[in-house]
Nanobody, 119 residues
Framework: QVQLVESGGGLVQPGGSLRLSCAASGSIFSTNVMGWYRQAPGKQRELVAAITRGGTTTYADSVKGRFTISRDNAKNTVYLQMNSLKPDDTAVYYC?????????????WGQGTQVTVSS
């Protein structure tokens, strides 16, 4: 089993930045891939970015060049640096973990953290 604890959400103005963190506990094997997903009201949950233990990354086209995913394997923690935020980035952001990469996400999910981009 894996437990994921997110932090770092909040309210930010358009053009601003936020950094999300997600600390994982439990099986290291089950956190080979860690990522961030988001769900806006009335929309399906979507992949934002994912990263393997070896550092291979995948990004949604909508965030390329603005968001950066990284991880600290020693701390089993994944980060999402979000710059140039737009109102369309407003959503609940979920941390995810699994053994392999799937666009729908692995089996382990965090509780979610709200990101609101508004003036």
């Amino acid at each position: 089993q894996v437990q994921l604890v997110e932090s770092g959400g909040g309210l930010v103005q358009p053009g601003g930045s936020l950094r999300l963190s997600c600390a994982a506990s439990g099986s290291i094997f089950s956190t080979n891939v860690m990522g961030w997903y988001r769900q806006a009201p009335g929309k399906q949950r979507e992949l934002v970015a994912a990263i393997t233990r070896g550092g291979t990354t995948t990004y949604a086209d909508s965030v390329k060049g603005r968001f950066t995913i990284s991880r600290d394997n020693a701390k089993n923690t994944v980060y999402l640096q979000m710059n140039s935020l737009k109102p369309d980035d407003t959503a609940v952001y979920y941390c995810n973990a699994g053994t392999n990469f799937y666009y729908a996400g692995g089996p382990f999910w965090g509780q979610g953290t709200q990101v609101t981009v508004s003036s």
